[in-house]
């Protein structure tokens, strides 16, 4: 026998958006948050930097929504994970002559999040974007 069927309906309002809000997506809300911060603290006059050099955090903007679209700094970025993860393992206790046989002792977990960071690092280059034009 086959297993029922679920109509769509059925699928959770939490788990639709969990799966909607994906990392791309809070990597754009967190930088287009974070710009949105600063810009009321200059209205309000707390942060005077803002006001003074305006033109400097537009520059900054565009220079990380470039560098994240870099596909040198995407493979340098790459390379420091990769090797930042050889020594984590499951006990944190790697011999030696493992670290090179096996590099990826790391939990099946942290590797898949780590990747979907690397993978959804254009929310950062879509949100410095959006936030260097406004």
């Known amino acids: 026998m086959a297993p029922p069927k679920f ?34 603290l200059a209205v309000l006059n707390k942060f005077p930097y803002a006001k003074n050099h305006l033109g400097s955090l537009v520059l900054g903007n565009l220079f990380m929504a470039i560098l994240m679209r870099n596909e040198l700094f995407l493979r340098f ?7 930042g993860l050889r020594g984590v393992s499951r006990l944190n206790v790697t011999p030696l002559c493992l670290m090179f046989v096996h ?18 690092i254009g929310g950062i280059h879509s ?5 260097g034009s406004a």
């Open 7 to 40: 109509p769509l309906h059925h699928i959770r309002k939490r788990t639709k958006f969990v799966l909607w809000f994906n990392v791309y997506r809070r990597f754009f809300t967190f930088c287009v948050t974070l710009n949105g911060i600063g810009l009321v």
């Open 127 to 131: 949100g410095c974007a959006v936030s």
């Open 77 to 83: 970025l790459y390379l420091i994970v990769i090797h």
């Open 103 to 120: 590099p990826f002792q790391s939990p099946l977990w942290l590797r898949l999040g780590i990747t979907s960071v690397l993978q959804h």
